[in-house]
C-alpha cells in the first residue's frame, strides 16, 4: 500500500514537472510570436493550449484519487496542497501564453503603418524588459519546484514588485503616447493589454514560488506581513 502511495505521488511530480515545462514552452513561443508578430507561431501557441488543459485535467483527477484513498499527513500532505495550487497557477499562465498569442496575431493584422507603430511603441516602453523579467520569474518558478529549492523561490517572490513597477510605467507611456498621436490608439491600446497580461504571469510565478517554500519549509509566505485584525 505505502509503494503505492509512492508510486502516486511520484506521477503526480512527474506530470506536473511535464506540465510545467509546457506551459514555460508556450511562454517563450508566445512572446517570440508577439516580438516578432509571427502569425503562424501565435497560431501554434492557440492551438497547443488544449493540451495544457489535459494537464490541468489529468493532476486535478489524480490529486482526487489520492485524497479518496489515503491519509496524507506532514510533507506527503503539504505536496498536495501545494500541487493543487500550482495545477491551477500553470494551467492560468497557459491562458496567458494563448492571450498573448492572440494579441500578438492581431497586431501582426494591423493594417498600413501599425506594425511599425507597435514596434515603434514597444521601443518606447519597458515592455521587452518587463517581458523577460516575468518569463525568467516563470522559468526559476518551475526549476524551484523541481529542484526543491526554497531560496530560489524566495527571491522570485522579492522580484514581483518590479514587474508591477513596469506595469505602471507602461500604462503611463502608452496612455501619453496614444494622446500625442491618435493613430497609434490601437497598438497601445492592444500593447496595455499586453503589459497587464505579462504582470499577471509574473503574479502566478509568484503563486508556484510561495507554494514551493511552503511544501519544503511548512512556511506560509503568502501576504507576508499582513495580519488579521480582530474584530471589535
Do not use: W
Request: hydrophobic share 45%; charged share 35%; glycine share 4%.
Amino acid at each position: 500500500m505505502q509503494r503505492h502511495f509512492e508510486r502516486q505521488l511520484e506521477r503526480l511530480k512527474t506530470n506536473l514537472i511535464r506540465m510545467g515545462s509546457l506551459v514555460d514552452d508556450q511562454i517563450d513561443l508566445a512572446m517570440k510570436a508577439l516580438f516578432d508578430m509571427n502569425v503562424e507561431l501565435a497560431r501554434l501557441v492557440i492551438e497547443r493550449d488544449e493540451k495544457v488543459n489535459e494537464y490541468d485535467n489529468l493532476i486535478d483527477k489524480e490529486i482526487e484519487t489520492i485524497f479518496a484513498t489515503t491519509q496524507p499527513v506532514a510533507v506527503d500532505l503539504r505536496l498536495l496542497m501545494a500541487a493543487l495550487k500550482m495545477n491551477s497557477d500553470l494551467e492560468r499562465i497557459g491562458d496567458i501564453a494563448q492571450n498573448l498569442a492572440e494579441r500578438a496575431e492581431s497586431l501582426a493584422r494591423l493594417e498600413g503603418d501599425g506594425k511599425a507603430r507597435t514596434q515603434d511603441l514597444i521601443q518606447r516602453t519597458r515592455i521587452a524588459s518587463m517581458a523577460e523579467a516575468a518569463r525568467q520569474m516563470v522559468r526559476d518558478a518551475i526549476d524551484s519546484f523541481i529542484n526543491g529549492d526554497p531560496k530560489l523561490g524566495r527571491s522570485i517572490c522579492e522580484r514581483d514588485d518590479i514587474v508591477d513597477d513596469y506595469d505602471r510605467e507602461n500604462f503611463s507611456l502608452l496612455i501619453q503616447a496614444m494622446q500625442d498621436d491618435p493613430r497609434t490608439i490601437e497598438a497601445g491600446a492592444n500593447l496595455i493589454v499586453v503589459s497587464r497580461h505579462i504582470e499577471r504571469l509574473a503574479d502566478h510565478a509568484t503563486n508556484i514560488a510561495e507554494d514551493v517554500v511552503f511544501l519544503i519549509d511548512a512556511k506560509i509566505i503568502k501576504h507576508h506581513g499582513i495580519e488579521m485584525k480582530e474584530e471589535p
